[in-house]
């Protein structure tokens, strides 16, 4: 299943972006979906997920500051990013993991990724 990730940017300090990631496609279930985020240098993390059911989590670094959430008629996942820190500087990934509804198989696909920068 294919993703596209797009909303990122160039930020001041303090300022809000709003990611999103569209599934090309409508056949599968979902398990749960995630963005993630790689910075310069350092391994990729994850920051915030959400379950079939809409339970959420996040790391410890954006959490209250950032919400994921999901539109399932438009398959769309999102992450609303506010009062952002220059150590949010980044690119972001959104992760899909689900089964198709065809055969069942399980799944992970990953967006290609977009860049957000937080000037200070």
């Known amino acids: 299943v294919q993703l596209q990730a797009s909303g990122g940017g160039l930020v001041q300090a303090g300022g809000s972006l709003r990611l999103s990631c569209v599934a090309a496609?409508?056949?599968?279930?979902?398990?749960?979906m995630a963005w993630y985020r790689q910075a310069p240098g350092k391994q990729r993390e994850m920051i915030a997920t959400i379950t079939y059911n809409g339970r959420t989590t996040y790391a410890d670094s954006v959490k209250g500051r950032f919400t994921i959430s999901r539109d399932g008629a438009r398959n769309t996942l999102y992450l609303q990013m506010n009062n952002l820190e220059p150590e949010d500087t980044a690119v972001y990934y959104c992760?899909?993991?689900?089964?198709?509804?065809?055969?069942?198989?399980?799944?992970?696909?990953w967006g290609q990724g977009t860049q957000v920068t937080v000037s200070s």
């Open positions: 496609r409508k056949d599968y279930n979902v398990n749960s």
């Open positions: 992760q899909l993991r689900g089964g198709m509804l065809s055969t069942l198989r399980p799944f992970t696909s």
